[in-house]
């Protein structure tokens, strides 16, 4: 038999039968600058998570350069494979399916993830379940909450994504709001490297926000009033000329307030419109995810905000929040216990992978 033939034959088998038996699945992730497999069992235990990271090495560049991602995911693969397994106390022959990120992300990264992942499942044989990094990102709390399950509202910020979804069941989410211009990540990694202090951005902002007062006002207005829609290029733009007008007047910019006022009016924003929209869709549970989850500010004003309004906001653990490949078999998981998500040799990396939402009229 082909591998096709064969590799459909087992994922009709685990569709058919994952009520009866326990499934393991290999997830690779490598759509940025982390190296990540790991093993999951059942979309909720995780059994390995292990993650090389090239924070350190793009430090110097103030943020990531596609090609050297490439090549350091090269380099860590293979004995990351080797590390997940051994953690997870496993070999490939107790692995039912193999998945990976084919999008979104840099598509020189994501390459190295789905050509290792399509040789393992051509190798020991197994289905190739392909999945989306944003999606993923909101499975990572059904592994931190084993509780959860649909329908309830998502929040997902990260570098590259801010939107509000009604997570409707396990496959289909509506867009109730998203970015129209930057991400807040984005907005994030910017206003650092403007006040000169590194990458990445987003720890960075909030560390020194802590140290400062919101005492200066960027926007006079609310952000995108009467949508649930967001614009950090405005507030970006807004910090950026603040700090050049002082610069310019020979004046001192007060780095802590300048992170402490923008952090405010960003997160703020999303807790407003978050909040809202739950509101509206009568939503008692919402769960955050992206990087941008492991803002200490976010999780604060959010939870206590929730709490005002009988509203269970739910977060992921630190190491779920980054990108990793735990989140990447949880998401895998309920893809292939409702029989979608099964691909072929022909798979490749998709950079510009929509968030495939339906839009919430």
Not at 229 to 249: C, D, E, M, P, W
Not at 259 to 273: I, Y
Not at 308 to 323: A, H, Q, S, Y
């Amino acid at each position: 038999m082909r591998y096709e033939e064969i590799a459909k034959e087992k994922f009709d088998h685990l569709v058919k039968n994952w009520k009866k038996k326990d499934i393991y699945i290999l997830a690779i992730e490598s759509s940025c600058d982390e190296t990540s497999i790991a093993v999951v069992k059942n979309g909720r235990e995780v059994l390995s998570n292990v993650i090389s990271s090239q924070i350190d090495i793009h430090k110097r560049f103030g943020g990531v350069v596609p090609e050297v991602a490439s090549r350091n995911h090269l380099m860590a693969i293979s004995n990351v494979l080797q590390e997940s397994l051994d953690k997870a106390g496993k070999t490939m022959q107790d692995i039912d399916a193999v998945a990976v990120t084919y999008g979104a992300g840099l598509v020189g990264a994501l390459m190295v993830g789905v050509t290792f992942a399509k040789s393992l499942a051509y190798a020991y044989q197994l289905p190739l379940i392909k999945v989306n990094h944003i999606k993923g990102h909101v499975s990572a709390n059904y592994i931190a909450h084993q509780d959860l399950k649909p329908p309830f509202l998502s929040l997902i910020v990260s570098g590259g994504h801010t939107a509000i979804v009604r997570t409707k069941n396990y496959l289909q989410n509506d867009l109730i709001g998203s970015t129209v211009d930057d991400a807040i990540g984005e907005a994030y990694d910017k206003v650092s490297k403007v006040l000169g202090l590194g990458y990445p951005g987003g720890p960075i902002v909030d560390k020194m926000a802590k140290e400062g007062t919101h005492s200066i006002t960027f926007l006079s207005h609310e952000m995108m009033p009467h949508t649930f829609n967001f614009s950090f290029s405005g507030l970006k733009t807004a910090v950026i000329n603040y700090i050049h007008k002082l610069k310019q007047n020979g004046k001192e910019v007060p780095i802590a307030d300048v992170c402490c006022s923008f952090q405010c009016e960003a997160v703020d924003a999303l807790v407003h419109k978050t909040i809202a929209a739950c509101k509206k869709y009568k939503a008692k549970t919402v769960a955050v995810a992206g990087g941008v989850a492991a803002n200490k500010y976010l999780r604060e004003q959010l939870t206590r905000v929730g709490e005002e309004n009988g509203i269970r906001v739910l977060f992921p653990p630190m190491v779920l929040c980054t990108d990793n490949a735990a989140m990447i078999g949880a998401e895998a998981y309920f893809n292939v216990i409702h029989g979608q998500g099964l691909a072929d040799m022909k798979l490749s990396a998709c950079s510009g992978l929509n968030l495939k939402y339906s839009v919430k009229k």
